[in-house]
């Protein structure tokens, strides 16, 4: 009975806390953002209507502890309990060797809580075999995912047939893979997020009767390859990566333009170089510091995130995604959908699916937007499944120099959804 009630007050105790928490509460934290991050890892809510049905849940988990020897309900609760446990521990013991957000936390709290909490309610079960099922099952599962995580490595497809416009250029970087047409003034066009240059063509095209036009793919994406494999992907190696293609091409002074996480490192570039961008083109950006919808916030956990980048990496999945972004179902191709899952399969752009979630801190530019003096066209679509339309009245509001336009009927993937729109908006503001 003892160690029942040891188990079952460890729940009431985190049940407490809970409530805690729900009052607005945030230590150990000075903030929520810092709480969810410390104790998960990831950023969600800590309102009341998410922790305290947790809060529920645990005085529920007391109750079927101490029950556990009157009651087949309560003990199957218990093995429950004790399996997610023994999964928790498990991925404690992988995030030990890994750079984790919360890594002493991990390490000296929450690994070793979950192994005594699971021997302990493991020996409140009758049966051997469930007591061997309960731990080898969950840790079963773990091992299997360690090793999908950090030794499996998907295919890489056949590089696709280029683009008669296509370029390459060295850098002690990386081999820049771009697109180039036209004559004129220069714009450089960031490759969509996890996106090819080539998403770019219909801009390419209109703006190429004025501009010398430049789509790139910067690391991680398309056909630019790294040289570096040390390569940080986060706001300073993306913004370092915008600048070597400049110098490259000895581009001083540009249009910068960007859709998705390449409209926010596009911003952030703008922001550190204010000399070498004179507009800014931001088509459903990046660069708020919020919350990414769940599928892309999960990439941020150790190990989960390696796994889930590479389990993807397969074109029925990735036909899915690309259809998620889009309202105009008809302009996904198996062209378009090959143009994303070939290059998605290349060692570096699969790394930095999950990198590049972790290390971009948006809370950089987002402080900056007031300061961002370069005239400014932001575009959204307002059936944004990535990034929530309301995101644009933000940028309106912060950016000083800002035009902020909704297109009705247009998804996240702008550049091809919607570019019957976007491109005479574009070229009337770079004019």
Same mark, same amino acid.
């Given at each position: ?14 049940? %407490? ?108 079960? @009758? ?30 497809? %056949? ?271 770079? @004019?």
């Amino acid at each position: 009975m003892g160690s029942r009630r040891i188990v079952a007050g460890v729940h009431v105790l985190l049940a %407490a806390l809970h409530i805690y928490w729900a009052t607005g509460a945030t230590w150990p934290a000075p903030d929520e953002r810092s709480l969810s991050r410390a104790v998960l890892g990831v950023e969600l809510s800590f309102a009341p209507q998410v922790v305290l049905p947790l809060a529920a849940l645990h005085l529920l988990l007391a109750f079927a502890v101490l029950r556990s020897d009157r009651s087949a309900l309560c003990r199957a609760v218990v093995a429950g309990l004790a399996a997610g446990l023994a999964a928790r521990a498990a991925f404690g013991l992988v995030w030990i060797f890994t750079d984790s957000a919360f890594y002493w936390l991990n390490l000296l709290v929450y690994t070793p809580a979950c192994i005594a909490l699971c021997v302990a309610d493991v020996r409140l079960l @009758r049966v051997r075999w469930l007591k061997a099922a309960v731990v080898a099952g969950p840790v079963a599962v773990v091992t299997v995912l360690t090793l999908i995580a950090y030794v499996y490595q998907p295919a890489e497809q %056949a590089h696709p047939a280029e683009s008669a416009h296509s370029r390459y250029v060295e850098t002690p970087l990386a081999r820049f893979h771009y697109l180039q047409r036209g004559t004129g003034s220069p714009v450089v066009l960031l490759a969509p997020g996890a996106s090819p240059a080539t998403a770019w063509d219909a801009e390419l095209a209109t703006l190429a009767h004025d501009h010398t036009v430049y789509a790139v793919d910067l690391p991680g994406q398309g056909e630019t390859r790294l040289h570096d494999e040390r390569f940080a992907f986060d706001l300073d190696g993306m913004t370092n990566a915008i600048g070597q293609f400049l110098d490259a091409l000895r581009l001083e002074s540009v249009v910068l333009g960007g859709n998705s996480w390449s409209g926010g490192w596009g911003l952030a570039y703008a922001q550190q170089h204010p000399d070498r961008v004179s507009k800014l083109v931001l088509l459903a950006p990046s660069g708020l510091d919020v919350s990414d919808v769940w599928s892309w916030e999960i990439l941020k956990q150790p190990l989960i995130g390696e796994a889930l980048a590479k389990l993807t990496v397969n074109r029925s999945m990735v036909e899915s995604a690309v259809r998620s972004l889009f309202v105009h179902q008809n302009l996904v191709t198996p062209q378009l959908v090959d143009s994303m899952w070939i290059p998605g399969t290349y060692r570096d752009n699969v790394r930095s699916m999950y990198a590049l979630e972790r290390g971009l801190d948006w809370s950089v530019t987002e402080k900056a937007l007031p300061s961002t003096r370069q005239p400014t066209l932001v575009l959204w679509g307002d059936h944004d499944t990535v990034l929530p339309v309301a995101q644009a009245a933000r940028f309106g509001e912060l950016l000083p120099n800002a035009t902020v336009r909704i297109l009705p009927g247009c998804g996240h993937a702008l550049t091809v959804d919607c570019a019957d729109r976007v491109t005479p908006l574009l070229s009337a503001f770079v @004019r």
